[in-house]
T-cell receptor
Framework: GAVVSQHPSWVICKSGTSVKIECRSL??????MFWYRQFPKQSLMLMAT?????????EQGVEKDKFLINHASLTLSTLTVTSAHPEDSSFYIC????????????FGEGSRLTVL | KQEVTQIPAALSVPEGENLVLNCSFT??????LQWFRQDPGKGLTSLLL?????REQTSGRLNASLDKSSGRSTLYIAASQPGDSATYLC??????????FGTGTSLTVIP
C-alpha cells in the first residue's frame, strides 16, 4: 500500500513553545489530508481536514489559531501546535486519501507530543 | 450523523482460533468501509478496503464482509496468532466524503 510518513515520532517541548509536525505522502499525491488526535485507549478524533492550496477545515471545538495547518503541496501537510500547554500532550496522527485509485485512506505512524 | 460501533470492545482468544470482529454503522449511504489495525503507540495500518458495491475482500488470513443494507461489516481472522494482537478499527467513508471511525476492538491472542 501507499506510504505516509509522519515526523517527528516523538517530541518533548516546554510549555509556551510551538511544535511542527509534518505529514508526507511518499508515493502518491494527496489533495486531502486529515489530522487526528488520539487519547489513550480511545478512538481517533478528527481535528481538521487539510486541503492542498486552500484553508483547512476545522472540526467543531478545535481552535484553528492553536492548531495551524498548512497544506502547501500535494505531498506535504504540516500541523503546528502553537504556544503548547501540557493539556496539548497527546498522540497526533495524520492520514492521506489516495485519490487516483480506490480512495483508500493511509495513515502516518503518529507523533507523540509531550509538553512539560 | 453516521455512527460506527464496534463490538466487542475487547476480545481475548487462544492461539489458533478463528474469530470475528463486528462493525455496525447507522447510515447505509457509504462510499466504502475500511478495516485498520493499530499497535500500541503506532499509527493505523490499512488491512482491507471494501467499496460499497462489493460484498467482501480477502487478504491472507483476513476476510472482511460488507452488508450495506443492514449496516454491518465483519472482519474474520483465521487461525489467529499472537502477532495478531492489536486494536482493530473500522471506518466508513460517507458519500459526503467524511470518515467515521469505530471505537475499536482490542484483540489479545494468547500463545
Amino acid at each position: 500500500g501507499a506510504v505516509v510518513s509522519q515526523h517527528p515520532s516523538w517530541v518533548i517541548c516546554k510549555s509556551g513553545t510551538s511544535v511542527k509536525i509534518e505529514c508526507r505522502s511518499l508515493d502518491f499525491q494527496a489533495t486531502t489530508m486529515f489530522w487526528y488526535r488520539q487519547f489513550p485507549k480511545q478512538s481517533l478524533m478528527l481535528m481538521a481536514t487539510s486541503n492542498e492550496g486552500s484553508k483547512a477545515t476545522y472540526e467543531q471545538g478545535v481552535e484553528k489559531d492553536k492548531f495551524l495547518i498548512n497544506h502547501a503541496s500535494l505531498t506535504l501537510s504540516t500541523l503546528t501546535v502553537t504556544s503548547a500547554h501540557p493539556e496539548d500532550s497527546s498522540f497526533y496522527i495524520c492520514s492521506a486519501r489516495e485519490v487516483e485509485n480506490t480512495g483508500e485512506l493511509f495513515f502516518g505512524e503518529g507523533s507523540r507530543l509531550t509538553v512539560l | 450523523k453516521q455512527e460506527v460501533t464496534q463490538i466487542p470492545a475487547a476480545l481475548s482468544v487462544p492461539e489458533g482460533e478463528n474469530l470475528v470482529l463486528n462493525c455496525s454503522f447507522t447510515d447505509s449511504a457509504i462510499y466504502n468501509l475500511q478495516w485498520f489495525r493499530q499497535d500500541p503507540g503506532k499509527g493505523l495500518t490499512s488491512l482491507l478496503l471494501i467499496q460499497s458495491s462489493q460484498r467482501e475482500q480477502t487478504s491472507g488470513r483476513l476476510n472482511a464482509s460488507l452488508d450495506k443494507s443492514s449496516g454491518r461489516s465483519t472482519l474474520y481472522i483465521a487461525a489467529s496468532q499472537p502477532g495478531d494482537s492489536a486494536t482493530y478499527l473500522c471506518a466508513v467513508r460517507t458519500v459526503g466524503n467524511q470518515f467515521y471511525f469505530g471505537t475499536g476492538t482490542s484483540l489479545t491472542v494468547i500463545p
